[in-house]
Nanobody
Framework: QVQLVESGGGLMQAGGSLTLSCVAAGSIFKINTMGWYRQAPGKQRELVASITNLGSTNYADSVKGRFTISRNNAKNTVYLQMNNLQPEDTAVYYC???????????????WGQGTQVTVSS
């Protein structure tokens, strides 16, 4: 199986910056897309940004120009650099990956436990 461990959340004032990290570990044959989702209280989980194993990126309109996703394939790690944070960015941020498990060569979606990001005005 695949385990995702996130870090880097916290409390920040509006206009500040945070960087989230997520490491994938376990019996991994190949990691395809990695991404970040977020869920605010009372709202559905939404895609923030994603990146393929070839480096193609996709962003939610609300974060374009402020957030940057990147990955280190050698370390099975994905990052989310968040600049100019706003109160509406407050949410639990979840790491996600679609990966192929080594023992069975089956593909699946895996999620981290989530990390809280709170932005005060």
């Amino acid at each position: 199986q695949v385990q995702l461990v996130e870090s880097g959340g916290g409390l920040m004032q509006a206009g500040g910056s945070l960087t989230l990290s997520c490491v994938a570990a376990g019996s991994i044959f190949k990691i395809n897309t990695m991404g970040w989702y977020r869920q605010a209280p009372g709202k559905q989980r939404e895609l923030v940004a994603s990146i393929t194993n070839l480096g193609s990126t996709n962003y939610a309109d609300s974060v374009k120009g402020r957030f940057t996703i990147s990955r280190n394939n050698a370390k099975n790690t994905v990052y989310l650099q968040m600049n100019n944070l706003q109160p509406e960015d407050t949410a639990v941020y979840y790491c996600n990956t679609r990966a192929i498990v080594a023992l069975t060569l089956t593909s699946g979606d895996y999620w981290g436990q989530g990390t809280q990001v709170t932005v005060s005005s």
